[in-house]
């Protein structure tokens, strides 16, 4: 007979804070020795005192940041009298235009 249990004790060696940018991990010499401050609760660092498989508030810092897919970007730049429209990388942008660019975006998603 076979039984499957949902919501049951979680297996595996996987620690998320491990990966989590709300987290430092400080270890020391033995395998065991490591402590494990999070940041995420508002109230400084709460210690961690065991291994996290599941967490609502968990940010995978190995996902590069909004400011950073924006530098790696292509932007489609419209043509003027001084330059032929054409696409630009984000990181060749001026500031002015980063601004711009990012209040078209905030625009875009309020309507």
């Known amino acids: 007979m076979r ?3 949902h919501g049951g004790t979680a297996r595996g060696e996987g ?4 990966t989590c940018s709300h987290s430092t991990i400080t270890r020391g010499q033995k395998l065991d020795d490591e402590i494990v401050d ?3 609760f508002g109230l400084g660092h709460r210690r961690v005192t065991f291994r996290v498989t ?3 508030a968990y940010h995978d810092q190995r996902l590069p940041s909004l400011m950073q897919l924006m530098d790696d970007a292509w932007v489609l730049q ?4 001084k ?3 054409g696409f630009v990388k984000g990181s060749e942008l001026r500031r002015e235009e980063m601004a711009e660019l990012m209040a078209d ?3 875009d998603d309020h309507r």
């Open 105 to 107: 975006l905030n625009e």
């Open 78 to 81: 419209p043509g003027s009298k």
């Open 38 to 40: 999070c940041r995420v």
């Open 54 to 56: 599941s967490c609502t």
């Open 3 to 5: 039984m499957k249990v």
């Open 15 to 18: 620690n998320l804070c491990t």
């Open 83 to 85: 330059q032929r429209a």
